[in-house]
């Protein structure tokens, strides 16, 4: 069988209220959005879903590694093959960057899924992850929020099997953003729903639906795009499904339109609270439909969701300060900081830096990060290659109130790792004043600076949830 074998969803700690949003622009203020911090990005977000997704799985088997974005950090340079690095995967893996279309995550399930089959990869790894750039104050800012779900996909015993898919292109300009643009540009909304996505959602539903030949009635839960929580609710009502199809909380509803990532999140949120059996329907929008059916199998009652759409959901913390927004993004003028960087060295630490490999010492067992020449415990130069674990206590911590930080500040955190070793970073999505001596932390990935006018990313600390 070829399906789903795991899945892994990210939204991000801090939320923006319509409220708040009120209190800047006036005007109504309803709904909330996810909001990435200020060292997130695109990238660093379908990390930290792949990274679930893949949890403590021997990746030796993943042959494949696509990613899927409007909005990547690079627009000349492999973003696929960054992230197939942070998840540790082969130098061998087949990388590929998908964008243009909201379409792309699902297009990237069914090119995984394809992959699989043909016998390139026997597992691939699908992540796709959004953070789409808004003017202040328009209508965008209240309901587009940053998020990302990434998929393991492959034979065996996965959580839900493929059973068919249908994709209707039209094209057809309602959102668009060209080369050099700062913030999307949007159609008139009447005209996009009538003509847009009134038509071409159904269009793939109904052709998915008579591929398979199935009813409405043989669905049992339902994920697809919409802009916005209210055109949401209307196309729920207008695809007929039962309403026990529909999904009880919806992303969009807490973490706003998450791009390209909306409909895997929702797949994502639907396993969840799948039996096996169910049948899943999820569909994506962009330049047409894309519609893909999935059903659970038996093994969906074992998979553990302590990190799914719904926790996350529940764990988000108000942005209060409309000013934090705009200096997460970068509206307001900020004092960049562009530290020295090397390529060569960049280069030369890979495995460490990316990877997490430092060393551990034959002779004693100690744990080195980073690699050193002798062991720093016994002297020894019986040094071996080591992967260290993300997770740790703090052993001792500082407040740095003279750094430039967009959100002041800067806790430098050095925690005892489980299994050895000692880790230095700075500490993130964490309130300063709760920072405690043996406080839990896990390291996430996350932008560093941007010396030498490239993105230098590493790891930071960040609470353990």
């Not at 790792?417 to 390291?443: H, I, K, N, S, W």
Request: aromatic share 8%; charged share 25%.
């Amino acid at each position: 069988m070829i399906g789903i074998l795991s899945v892994g969803a990210y939204i991000p700690r801090y939320r923006l209220s319509g409220k708040t949003l009120a209190q800047v622009w006036g005007g109504g203020g309803g709904g909330e959005r996810a909001v990435a911090n200020y060292d997130e990005d695109s990238l660093t977000m379908a990390s930290e879903a792949a990274l679930n997704a893949l949890g403590r799985r021997d990746v030796s088997g993943v042959g494949a590694c696509l990613f899927a974005s409007t909005t990547p950090p690079y627009a000349e340079k492999s973003n696929a093959t960054l992230l197939a690095t942070v998840a540790d995967l082969g130098t061998e893996v087949v990388t590929a960057d998908l964008g243009g279309s909201l379409r792309c995550g699902t297009t990237a399930i069914r090119m995984a899924l394809d992959l699989v089959k043909a016998g390139t990869a026997s597992q691939a790894l699908v992540a796709a992850a959004d953070m789409r750039p808004t003017a202040p104050g328009s209508d965008l800012e209240t309901l587009l929020g940053d998020g990302a779900a990434a998929l393991l996909l492959g034979e065996g015993d996965v959580l839900a099997t493929f059973e068919g898919a249908y994709t209707a292109n039209h094209e057809f300009t309602d959102v668009w953003r060209k080369a050099g643009d700062r913030y999307l540009e949007v159609g008139d909304m009447a005209f996009v729903r009538a003509y847009g996505l009134d038509r071409h959602i159904p269009e793939a539903v109904d052709g998915l639906l008579n591929r398979v030949g199935l009813k409405r009635q043989d669905i049992a839960k339902v994920a697809y795009y919409a802009p916005d929580f209210r055109i949401h609710a209307a196309l729920g009502r207008q695809l007929k499904f039962p309403e026990s199809a529909l999904l009880k909380e919806p992303v969009i509803t807490k973490a706003g339109n998450t791009g390209s990532a909306s409909p895997l999140l929702g797949l994502a949120s639907a396993l969840e609270d799948a039996k096996p059996g169910d049948r899943i329907l999820v569909v994506s929008y962009g330049n047409g439909a894309e519609a893909l059916l999935f059903q659970a199998t038996e093994q969906i009652e074992k998979a553990a969701w302590d990190k799914g759409v719904a926790a996350q959901l529940a764990q988000g913390r108000p942005l209060i300060h409309y000013g934090k927004f705009l200096q997460f993004r970068r509206n307001v003028e900020t004092e960049v900081i562009k530290a020295f960087s090397s390529l060569p060295t960049m280069l030369r630490e890979e495995r460490q830096n990316f990877r997490l490999y430092g060393q551990k010492c034959g002779e004693c067992g100690a744990v080195s990060y980073p690699r050193r020449h002798l062991c720093w415990k016994c002297s020894s130069k019986n040094l071996v290659e080591h992967k260290i674990a993300r997770r740790g206590k703090v052993f001792t911590f500082t407040k740095d109130h003279l750094v430039p930080n967009p959100d002041p500040p800067t806790v430098m955190v050095a925690a005892d790792l489980d299994g050895g070793g000692r880790f230095y970073a700075q500490l993130t999505d964490c309130d300063p004043a709760t920072v405690g001596f043996e406080m839990p932390v896990e390291l996430t990935f996350r932008r560093l600076h941007e010396g030498e006018e490239f993105v230098n990313y590493f790891w930071k600390f960040r609470p353990a949830g």
